[in-house]
């Protein structure tokens, strides 16, 4: 059985472990501060009642990466967002994107919330380019939500006149 000195072996397996590690620690340190802030601590991680006439749920996916969110608003009755919730399936920049989605929605009225775009996000973020499918993603939730939202109101507007015939 042949023996390798023991300095040998440790310099051979430092070469391999850094050889073997590094693209990971970089795509880790290519990630912007804030984006591992929200995933590290993501805020308004949760569920509303998606039957309530004032929570709207929107539910969207990438196939071509695998993200999904899911992102709820609450609407009080002068039509403000008073709250909001989310669960995300994918990447950090992915669960960045929702987190900060849910801050910005909240206290916007319905109409503010819709002006929220995808470039505001990815900017305040510092994605890549290569994760732009993230913003994406929160805004398409945002507007998901909201029509949500609004296909209720329509609805209980309908049964309150139906009631009064």
């Not at 309530?52 to 749920?57: E, S």
């Not at 398409?140 to 015939?165: F, G, P, T």
Request: glycine residues 6%.
């Amino acid at each position: 059985m042949a023996t390798v000195p023991l300095r040998n072996l440790a310099s051979s397996l430092l070469f391999f472990g850094k050889r073997l590690f590094s693209p990971e620690l970089t795509a880790l340190c290519s990630y912007h501060k804030k984006v591992v802030d929200h995933y590290e601590n993501p805020r308004n991680v949760g569920a509303l009642d998606k039957n309530a006439k004032n929570v709207g749920t929107g539910l969207v996916g990438a196939p071509a990466c695998g993200d999904v969110m899911k992102l709820q608003i609450q609407v009080d009755e002068n039509g403000k967002i008073v709250d909001a919730k989310f669960k995300t399936f994918g990447c950090g920049s992915a669960i960045a994107s929702s987190s900060l989605a849910t801050e910005w929605v909240k206290g916007k009225s319905v109409d503010e919330a819709l002006k929220i775009k995808n470039t505001d996000i990815a900017k305040e973020l510092c994605l890549p380019p290569v994760k732009l499918h993230c913003s994406m993603l929160a805004e398409d939730a945002i507007k998901a939500a909201l029509s949500d939202y609004r296909i209720k109101q329509q609805e209980k507007k309908e049964e309150r006149i139906k009631a009064a015939n």
